[in-house]
Structure formats: structure tokens, C-alpha cells
């Protein structure tokens, strides 16, 4: 190639396709739009130096390189230095897969949530790859493919500005191993020269055989050579899958060989000469034998394996192709020359044998032959390819460096800096903003989520200028990317819910308390301030228990109180509702009834004598009491004695006159149309009732509960009478309550009876 550096029309350029049998070199130049072969040189390997288009021994394939250099360079009396190469198909891996991303709420789609959903799918293709990979071989990402995209799970072309609940897609990934291109280098290192752009062999075949004005079809371009079958496919203007099968011309060979026990380079040239229509064949088998074969005997040996070959490379275009058939093929490379070939595959595509075809002389028009000996053949569009993709200059390798490590990658002309960062294993989640940790709780049985607050961006730049995960980057650009930033995570406390917006009002010893709501947090009472952590089951209860009351309102009840709920006697583990009524009294205990013999008897109230009932003096007390009662004339109280029990002592008196029996009184009301009959206490109140009909307060079926004494609007502590007719129901609004009692009457006035003498009055003056 000559030393310009600057790519342009008239610049010449040097190929080299080097096959699983044989190197071709190629030297032309490109000038209006037509590509001139000067030179061009076809070497077989020595030796089987390659497999299935995989380097097996680089210091011969080296030596191959070299002579067709060397023979390129005395022809046309030019030094040579660079070279344009291709890796062959056979080092491909592409994988399919298909990634969805889910969205809390309704988001409409923009560009970086369909890049980050395209990077999602390559991010899978790696570890899908990596699951089947039996070494440490390292794999770079040369491009990929969306064939279909998802708006809420139906197939959708264009996602950008739809509004959606989730987004998905199908992804072709396509990778190539590091050993299979520095194998490649090495190998044209040795033979003195140096590579300036590498790309894919059906890349470079499709350049020559499918022009850009037939790439808006379903076509398939398949290049098959020794090794391996190579192929190409596209839709829509531009190339949509790659692949390859190692099934190519060399498994005819061997099946030649093994039926006519020959060497491999013998069957390879009995192949060949299989090519002509009439005549017979004279070659000697391994045995020295002389022997002759005609073309169509070749032609009925190599058969069921052109029937095999031909439907692996369906099965593999079908798959590729999103599981049907292409429609059509171009075919390419000495391989596909073979008797049979094209029509085996029509039938296994299940397409017409006309839209399977060889490609060759007619899809050359734009290359022209000026150098002796050259021809145009499908053996060669391959060769012209390389070539001609060295003045677009894409799908090369080049270095950048990522944080101050240097990478090398794949160029498909749109390299973005979110490709260096996936080439060097930079994760992906660290490129763009982090949400903290989400909070999941339950609460009254539904499942929620807090989200955490988003963090920040990662800080790109390249060349030291700003940039994000979209900026171009070219060969030996410097980019340093500090990773994103997590937000925080989700955090809520019980006051923050909004189901936890309201209190508890009830009445404790004829006084309104505003109780704040609690929280049982896994079967443990909480309060508003209680942190929520990740998986706790919360339920709101409508309820204070006695004993939550007392806690809250930080008083003590002393021995001997008791707790009436409702006038009803509880017990502290009772639960009070909304507008429930709660009192706390003391019963008195006589002095006498404090047993001091056994006092006595444990040793305690040793000053006390035993028996007394008058006065108690200060000093006959324990000291445990002394602070209690300061001395004569107090006035009677209850103090605890040392074992826990309260006494009524007095000072200067005698214990005061137990209180005269409650009198019992019976009424009959109705409650709810039921007829009632309530005994056992002196008098009653709305709440005695509610033990005796079937309302549930636990279970609500509206706003609030409405209770009304004869008609009108009451309360639950409202004392009832004989005869009252009474109602309890759940409403939904004010506009269902029942009416207010209307304002008693004033008392009527009195006639005035005041006497005035007016006998000495000025009225008549």
C-alpha cells in the first residue's frame, strides 16, 4: 500500500483473504466510484495450517501471507506495508435474547430509556455467551441487532413518546473472540506488515454482491468457502444478523477422500475437476493404483452431503431470520461452486430454485481487471470487499482509553462512550442514576412500596471535555467515567402513611383525650415515630386497650382502682374504640380489714398492735408509711403498706362508715326495634345497651356511627329512662345524622303582683 495516510479516490489498497485453503492478496484503488484490480495473487496453505477459517499454525500461515506479498510487490514494483484483513464467520457468536423493563407507574418513552433498554439486552447476550463458554476466552460485542420491539408486551416498531407501563425487546448479539484477531495480526506481523482495518468476511462479501439499493429486501448472502459458511442478512436498508455453521467446501473433500481412498489434497482436486460436464477423472489412490472417475460418480459421492449441508444452512438463515425463510440468497465462494448446492438449499428454505443463486461476474460491474490473469469469479468478491471497506474505514478495531486502561473495539461506525464503558466491564448500573434501596411493607393486608430517591449521574468526559453515555468516540480518545451515585433509600415512618391520618377520641373521667392512632408492626404495638423496615406487616388498629390509655396519659393506677369502660367494670386489656366513655375509681377499705395478725406474722407493722380499729398514731406506723401521714388531725387516706396493699388510715379519727348498698333498678326500652329490659344497677346510660344488640364498632360500614335517644341525636354516655326508644347505625354524612334536641322551653313568668300607690303620684298634673 502506499504511504499516504489519507484515505481517498486513487489510493491504493492492499487485501488479503486469508481462507481455510488458500491466502488471495488483492491491489487495486478506488476512482469514480469504480475499484480497479492492479494486482492480485491466489496461494494455497502448504499444509492443513487451518480449520473451519481458524488459525492453527500462525508461523505457516505467516509464511503464505508472505510469499503472496512478496509476489504482489515484484509485479507491480511497489513496496507493500499495510493491509486490510478479515476475520472469517467462523469465529462469530451471536446470541438472541429478549429484555423487558418495567415501570412503577405510566412514563412516557424517551431515547436514553430505549438506549438503556438496548444496553439491558447486550448486557444479557454477554451472560447468556458467558454460560456456554467452556474457557476463559475473552469476547468483545462487534454489534447488535433489535429485530422487534414491545410496548406493553405488543410488538411495537418505533417506541419513543408512547406512553406505557413496561418495554421490551429482541436483540441479535454478535461477538468475536481476542485470540482469533491477534492470531490474525501475528500472522501478518510475521510477513512484515501492519493492519489498518479489519472487518468481517460476510461483511466484506455483501459489500460486492448485495448493492445498498437491494438491502430494503429479506436477503441472505451466504459465502462458502473451505472451512465454513458465512452468512449475512438483511432487512430494511441495513445488515440485521450475522452467523455461521463450520460446514463448507472440505467436508466434501473428505467424503471424496474417505470413498475413494485418496489424501486430502488429491480429493481436492478431483473436486474441482468434478466442476466439467463430461469426461472421467485419473487419479491414484493411497494403494498407488490408478484409477478413473467420471464427474457425475463425484457428483453422486459429495450428494447426500450437499443435501446435509444445505439444510444446516437453512435451519441456520431460518433462525437468524426470526424463524422463517429469507426470500432470497445470493451465494458466494468457491464452496457453493458444487453440483447440486444452490437447488438442495431452495428446497430446504422451501423457495423458489430461482431465489437461490450463484453470485459472481454479474454483481461486478463496478470492479475492473487490470492485471493479467484475473478474472471475475465469486471466488474473488470476498478479496474486492476487504478492500473496498478500507475507504469507508468502518467496522474496524481501534484503542481508546477507559479510565486509564486501554481497550481495544470493535469500530461499526457509531462507537458511543456507553460501548468503552461495556468493553471494559464497566457496569452498567453505574453509568446512569442509582435509586436507593425501595422500602416494601404491608399494611392492612395490601402489599406497597416506597421507592428510594434517585442519585446522580456518572461524570463522563472525553478528551477531558464533558460528555455522557451518547458521545461519538473515535481511535485514541481518553475517557475517564466516575460512576453514579445511589439515592437513599426508602424511608417512612407510621406517621408518614396515609392510611395513618387520624386519632382516637375518647372520654376519661369526663374529659375529651385525643389519643394519636397505633401501629401493630409484626405483632408488636408502635407508635407514629416508628421507622418502617423492609418487609414489616403493619396493621392500623382502631383501639386503645386500658392499659395503652394509662401509658399515654403517663398516670399510675393504685391498687384497689377499678376501670369501668362504658360504665361497664373492665379489665385493662380491654379495648376502647371512638367516643368511648373511661372512668377509674377507688373502693374503700376499712383499717380493720387489714389482717394484722398476719401482718404480724411476716413481720411487718411490728409497731402497729395488733387489733386496734381506734386512731393510728404516727409512731405506731412503719417507717415504710411514716413519710405517708405527717400526724394528728389529717385527714383520712390511702397509703400502701409494705406488701403491696392500700389501707385507708386515720389520723385522729375513726375509719369513715362503709357506703350504704346501691339500690337496684329495672327499665324496659327499645333499642334498634328490639324490646330490652335492663337490671342490675341504679341507673343506665346509652352504652348499656350495646352488649345486648348485634352492632359490631370493630367492623365499619360508614363515616361514623350515629346513636339518637327518642328520635334525637345523643351520646354513648347520655343517661336513658324508662319507656326510651333507642338507635345505633353507620352513616356516610352529616345529612344522615339525626336532628339535634330541640332547646328546653323557657319557664313561664309570673303575672306581676307589685302594688303601686298612685294616689300620690303626678300622673294627672
Known sequence: MASRKQKHSGQFVFGLDIGTRSV??????????????????????????????????????????????????????????EVCIAAAGRVLRTVTVQVTQEFEEDVTVNREMIYALD?????KSYEKLNEKKDSDIKFYCVGYTVTRYYLNNSPMSTLENHKCRSIGAEIIATFLPDDVVDGLYKAVDMAGLTVVNLTLEPIAAIKVAIPLNFRMLNIALLDVGAGTSDICITRDGSVVAYGMIPTAGDRLTEAIAQSLLVDFATAEKIKLA?????????????????????????HKITAPVVEDMAKEVALKLKELNGGKSVSAVFVVGGGGKIAGYTKALSKALGIAPERVALRGEEVMGKIEYECAGCKKDSLF?????????????????????????QIKLYDNNHLLVVDAAMQADFPNEYLFPRRGASLTYTINDKEKIQRGAPGEAAVITVNGNAADINTPISAGDKIEVKESTAGEAGHLTIGQLPEFNSKIVVVVNDKKVELPKFAQVNGKLESEFYSIQDHDIIKLLPYYTIEQIVEFMDVKLMDGMNVYVNNK???????????????????????????????????KFENLPPGEEGDVERAHLPDEMKDMVSGPGEQIQWVKAPDGRLIRVAVGSKPETPPEPIEEKKIHVTANGLPLELTGKSS?????????????????????????????????????????????????????LPPEPPAPEPPASEPDTTEVDVSETDLLT
Open 381 to 405: 468478491v470476498t478479496p474486492i470487499g476487504i478492500c473496498l471497506n478500507f475507504y469507508d474505514q468502518s467496522n474496524n478495531f481501534i484503542f481508546v482509553s477507559f479510565n486509564g486502561k
Open 274 to 298: 468434478a466442476g466439467g460436464k463430461s469426461g472421467s477423472i485419473s487419479y491414484k489412490d493411497i494403494m498407488g493404483l490408478s484409477q478413473k472417475i467420471t464427474p457425475s460418480a463425484v
Open 119 to 123: 444496553l439491558l439486552g447486550v448486557e
Open 569 to 603: 367494670r373492665s379489665s385493662m386489656d380491654e379495648k376502647v374504640y371512638e367516643n368511648f366513655d373511661v372512668k377509674w375509681t377507688m373502693e374503700e377499705q376499712k383499717l380493720s380489714d387489714y389482717d394484722y395478725d398476719a401482718a404480724l406474722n411476716a413481720q
Open 24 to 81: 488471495v492478496g488483492t491491489v487495486g484503488y478506488l476512482e469514480n466510484d469504480i475499484f480497479h484490480v492492479i494486482g492480485q495473487k491466489v496461494r494455497e496453505h502448504s499444509s492443513r495450517s487451518m480449520l473451519d477459517g481458524q488459525i492453527h499454525d500462525i508461523a505457516a500461515v505467516g509464511a503464505t501471507v508472505k510469499d503472496v506479498k512478496n509476489e504482489l510487490e515484484e509485479t507491480l514494483g511497489v513496496n507493500l506495508n
Open 684 to 736: 343506665y346510660v346509652f352504652v348499656d345497651i350495646m352488649d345486648r344488640i348485634d352492632f359490631d364498632l370493630k367492623k365499619p360500614a360508614g363515616v361514623l356511627v350515629a346513636v339518637a335517644r327518642n328520635g334525637y341525636r345523643t351520646e354513648f354516655s347520655a343517661p336513658i329512662e324508662e319507656g326510651d326508644n333507642l338507635t345505633i347505625k353507620w352513616v356516610n354524612g352529616t345529612d344522615e
